[in-house]
Structure formats: structure tokens, C-alpha cells
């Protein structure tokens, strides 16, 4: 029988869950499909409610998880078929090609350096954030290595100038590049370590538990909803928090994107979404991840106005009324109202937002100069895929289905397969840690 935990997600759920099995002494697959472990706590500035720096809590987690000797990491990786047999779960996942050898790569970056095309960031392209073809995730990557752009390889992105844009041989069928200039910039440093020919990799492992920790993604308003991917100045929360980051597109330089100035006056807008089909939940954190948001915007310039439209408040967890209430004596305006319009001044691209202040029963207007909107969180993408091979249930809203919430919280409808974090619906940091102990602890019990 094995003893073997697969742990599917690397976000601050899925780290947790691993070092806790594997310091019980379990074998720990921990399993990501994109670059690097870390999750979206890797993507963020500050965390509610004590504003710890986000990156120097979780990076030494990510250290201790890449050094732990009962611990695999798998980046770039992904569940392709799973069978049951004989109480083990038999599993092919397949190992997405990155064109390097992360077991060569240092992550010295000279790579990256000589690559000649930046194409916008997925995550933060909207507020000027630029990545190369080939990258590496993020500074505090693990594994700390470069991975390539699978368009660049396929010629896709010849017209936007990649090196091979001339070359009419398929990659995969060379062993030695004349003409990449990562390939030369990696040889030059004596590692040769990017390899533009290599393939996906079909890989079985065997395990008695697996649990799940896809977690969560920030929803995206449609555009047009105030004003949102029309006027420049209107941005998510989750850019502002890129903005806020000195690990951003702007080195933590809170800058409106028109014309990179430092906006006096900025406003949040709760709950937006909310009611949409993908969002007919509350998402619980985003009244403490706009209380956070004002509170550090203060701490960067006192001076700067700041004002939240909300409708409803929540602060659920243990010191987030507190917080709340930091953010409002730290001076930022709490206005009880849903704005129905935004306009945008076409010369100072500065907003004006039309409301009803709910407190008062009358129409109003303020001027911004940025305009911020609270979204919710809402399931990933995979978790429909996932959930097809693994044979377990999604709720309604495209989250993880808990057997029973109240008498066997984080188990699934298979037996061995175990949920927690952002898997079973929108939660903050702290509870998805307290889940993942739950979980994995779960997992070491049944492996008994
Ligand atoms: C803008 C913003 C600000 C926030 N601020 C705070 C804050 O200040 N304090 C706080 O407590 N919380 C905050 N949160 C919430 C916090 O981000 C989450 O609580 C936390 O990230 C949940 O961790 P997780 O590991 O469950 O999920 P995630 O961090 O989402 O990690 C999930 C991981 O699973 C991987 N994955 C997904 N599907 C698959 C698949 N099918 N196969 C393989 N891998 C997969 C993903 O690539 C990812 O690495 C914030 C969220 C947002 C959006």
C-alpha cells in the first residue's frame, strides 16, 4: 500500500497541507499546473488583518516545502487520468513541457535579459505590467527557474519580432539552436539549460489520499460595468494591489494608468458583480481586502482622499471589525450608497460617480481621480476538469462539494479525496491554513 499524498494546488493551502503530512512523515506530491508554487498569497502586497508583508510570510514556506525531503514538487503539471485500485489511487498526470531543465537553471536571469520581445503580463498587463518570452514567474519563484512561451517556440510570435522568426524547422525536431538568444545567453553562462526541443511528459505515480486545493480566482467585471476596460482609470482590486506592490509592474508606486500621476482621490465600489451569474454569492473578504487597501494607500501617502461606496459590510473573522474600524478613524470615507453612473472627464480622464447616498435619501457626485472595484472571488477555472477526473462533486457555484459541511467538513464524495482553502469557496488566508491542517491531517489518519 502506499503512503503517498498527492496535494493538487500550490497556493498557501496546498504548502500548508504538504508540510504538515510530510513532517507527519508522509510522501508528498505537491502538485501545480502553472509555473511556480505560491498561489495568489505570492501575488499580493499585504495581507488583512495584521498587514504582514504577503511574499516574506509565504517565501519561507515555499523554501522549507522546496528542501523537505519527503516533499516532490511538480510546477507546470497536470491530473490527466485517475483509477482506483486495491484502496491506492492510481494516477497519469502529464508534465507540461517549459522548454528549460529546471534542474539546470539558476534562475540567473541572463536569459530573460536577452530576449527581445515583452508581451503584457496576464496578471498585470492592464496597469503597464510586461513580461519577456521566456520569464520567471516571479522573484521568489520555486522552483526558481525560467519557463518559455510556447508561442514564441511555434513561431507565433514572429511578427512581434522573436529571435527564431526566421527559422522554418520546427523545435521539436532540433537538438541545437543557432539561432535563440536565450539559448546562447544560457550556453555563454556555462548551463545550457533551456531546451527549445523538449516535450510534455506523461508521468504515473500512486497515492492513498489526494487533496485538493485549487483555490480561488478574482472575478473580472464585464466591461463596461463602471466603466470598466473603458475608461483607463478604473481598475480591480486585485490591480490595485499589484499597484500597491513593490514587487509590481510600478515597484509599489501607486500610479493611476492614464498618465502614471499619483492620484489624491480614489475611490472603492463594493460588492461589484455581485448578482452577476458567475457571482451570486457574497465572497466574504473583499470588505477587509478594501479595508487593507485603504489603510496601506494612507500609509504610502496620508494625504491622498479615499472613500468606499458599500451597501452591505461584512467583518466576519476574529480583529476584522477592528480593522474596519482602523480604516475608517485612519480617515477614509464610508459612503452607504450604490453608484448607478460613472462618467469620465475626457480631458483629465478623472471620474465622476453618480450615487445615492442611502443615509442620507439623497443624489450626490464625487469627482476621482481613480476609481477601484471590490470584486468577489469566484472558483478556478480547472475546477470543472478536475473535478470530471477526480469523480468528485462541484456546489453550485463551481466550488468543491463538501460531503457534509457540518459532520465531515473537507472530505468529498470519494473516500481519500479531501478539500481545503479556496477548493471549498471564497475564504481568507488564515482559514485556509486551518483547513489545510484539517485536511492533511485527514490524509495522514487514513494512510494508517
Ligand atoms: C485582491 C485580493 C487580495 C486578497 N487579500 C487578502 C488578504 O489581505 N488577507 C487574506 O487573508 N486573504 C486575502 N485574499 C484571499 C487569499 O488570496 C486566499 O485566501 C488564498 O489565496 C487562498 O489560498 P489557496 O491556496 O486556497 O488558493 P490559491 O492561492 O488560489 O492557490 C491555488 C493554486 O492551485 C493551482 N491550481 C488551480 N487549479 C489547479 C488544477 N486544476 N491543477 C493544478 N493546480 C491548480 C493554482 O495555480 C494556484 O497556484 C485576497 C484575494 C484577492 C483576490
Redesign the pocket.
Known sequence: MSDSILI???????INAALNAADYGCQVYL????AS?????AR?D???PTNDCSICIESPLMYRVDNHPNIEILTNC??RRVNRNNGNFEIRLVKKARFVDADKCTGCGTCVEACPVSVPDELDGKIGGMRKLISIPFPQAVPNASIIDPRCRYGKMREQGACIGGCVVDCSQCRECPIALCVKACKDEGKDAVLLWQADKPMDIEVKSIIV????K?YEPSTGTYGYNVYENVIT??QF?RLMNAGGPTGGEIVRPSDKAHPKKIAWIQCVGRGDKELPYCSK?CCM?TA?QVIITKEHDPSVETLVFYNDLKAYGKGFYDFHRKAVEGGTRYIKGKPFDIFEHPETKNLTIRFEDLDKGELMEEEVELLVLATG?IP?D?NKR?ARVLGIELNEYGFFKEKEPLNAPLETNVDGVYLC???TGP????E?VVQASAASMKAVIARR
Open positions: 493538487i494546488g500550490g497556493g498557501i493551502a496546498g502538485l501545480d499546473d502553472t508554487i505560491g498561489g495568489m498569497m499580493l499585504k495581507t488583512f497536470e491530473v486545493c485549487s483555490g480561488i478574482s482590486n486585485l494591489e473578504v481586502i487593507k472571488l478556478s480547472r478536475l482553502g479556496g477548493a475564504i481568507d488566508i488564515s485556509s
